[in-house]
């Protein structure tokens, strides 16, 4: 199993970056997706997350009304559209995909990283003021 993130970069404060993540070795519609961030000497932050089907979501609070996470299981793609851009959310940013097997539900998990299985390799994000 392999994810790949991408579309991070250098931004400056309020401007807007679309992130996306490439599965491959897994069935992409059997699991719940999430991104989560994470910055030097901090535990991996849980951002948001997507159920199975798209019908229910996570937001973590520090980016509530910012971001956006999409699926297309057609596609195999997930995405995590961040808006209004500020110098706190200068981070890695990482995919992560769980079963619901895992923790008994179709829902999305409690945020926390060791919830999910699988992780990609992370792209980095640099919001300057």
């Known amino acids: 199993v392999q994810l790949e993130e991408s579309g991070g970069g250098s931004v400056q404060a309020g401007g807007s970056l679309r992130l996306s993540c490439r599965t491959s070795?897994?069935?992409?519609?059997?699991?719940?997706l999430g991104w989560f961030r994470q910055t030097p000497g901090k535990e991996r932050e849980g951002v948001a997350c997507?159920?199975?089907?798209?019908?229910?979501?996570y937001y973590g609070d520090s980016v509530q009304g910012r971001l956006r996470i999409i699926r297309t299981n057609r596609e195999d793609s997930l995405y995590l559209q961040i808006d209004d851009l500020k110098p706190e959310d200068t981070a890695m940013y990482y995919c992560a995909a769980v079963s619901p097997g895992i923790y008994g539900g179709g829902w999305c998990p409690s945020p926390r990283a060791s919830t999910y299985t699988y992780w990609g390799q992370g792209t980095q994000v640099t919001v300057s003021s």
């Open positions: 997507i159920s199975q089907f798209g019908d229910t979501f």
């Open positions: 070795g897994l069935i992409f519609e059997d699991y719940v």
